[in-house]
T-cell receptor, first 116, second 113 residues
Framework: ETGVTQTPRHLVMGMTNKKSLKCEQH?????MYWYKQSAKKPLELMFV???????ENNSVPSRFSPECPNSSHLFLHLHTLQPEDSALYLC???????????????FGPGTRLTVL | EDKVVQSPLSLVVHEGDTVTLNCSYE??????LLWYKQEKKAPTFLFML????IEKKSGRLSSILDKKELFSILNITATQTGDSAVYLC?????????????FGPGTRLSVLP
């Protein structure tokens, strides 16, 4: 247990569905991240939130919509996804960004998403 | 464009062997290099390196960074079957306090009994 939880652990959805992934961290961290891990590809950073403010959006399609209501919770809202969006979606948190080199990330177990 | 390259991509060894995993990188405004172990789902943190030439050690694992040549190595001595996993190298950099993490493709290590 890393102190980062994700729900659901598995999700199957159709291309017209709307669903949300949830991430919660119990570590008192101030930065949270969404990653996508597809088969045979490196982990791809999608979004970064620092003190609830989105600071990175790595050219992610608008069908993925993040939300960070507070520094402990992070959501990824999904709508009209494509089959190629099927992947493992990992959430991570880290302490803070103001200090140089002090930010190892702690990962959640991930949500395995299948888009039919 | 920021990138991280790892080699080899796959490695099969027998218990007791020593392995060296390589990671080279190009990143804007380098902050730190991190090693993770990913067995089934969540990557678990191993090391964070920020300074050249200082070895980090944890049990049979050790790692060192060379910021001049832009690479790092992860050594595992006396390997055990429980070391079988994908080892990920990531580099933190970018502008704005370095909020960009770039991961390499990973090295898949299989340790046979």
């Amino acid at each position: 247990e890393t102190g980062v939880t994700q729900t659901p652990r598995h999700l199957v959805m159709g291309m017209t569905n709307k669903k949300s992934l949830k991430c919660e961290q119990h570590l008192g961290h101030n930065a949270m991240y969404w990653y996508k891990q597809s088969a045979k590809k490196p982990l791809e950073l999608m979004f970064v939130y620092n003190f609830k403010e989105q600071t990175e959006n790595n050219s992610v399609p608008s069908r993925f919509s993040p939300e960070c209501p507070n520094s402990s919770h992070l959501f990824l809202h999904l709508h009209t996804l494509q089959p190629e969006d099927s992947a493992l979606y990992l959430c991570a948190s880290s302490p803070r960004f103001r200090d140089r080199g002090l930010n190892e990330q702690f990962f959640g177990p991930g949500t395995r998403l299948t888009v039919l | 464009e920021d990138k991280v390259v790892q080699s080899p991509l796959s490695l099969v060894v027998h218990e007791g062997d020593t392995v060296t995993l390589n990671c080279s990188y190009e990143v804007t405004n380098f902050r730190s290099l991190l090693w993770y172990k990913q067995e089934k789902k969540a990557p678990t943190f191993l090391f964070m390196l920020t300074s050249s030439g200082i070895e980090k050690k944890s049990g049979r694992l050790s790692s060192i960074l060379d910021k001049k040549e832009l690479f790092s190595i992860l050594n595992i001595t006396a390997t055990q079957t429980g070391d079988s996993a994908v080892y990920l190298c990531a580099v933190r950099g970018g502008d704005n306090y370095g909020q960009n993490f770039v991961f390499g493709p990973g090295t898949r290590l299989s340790v046979l009994p």
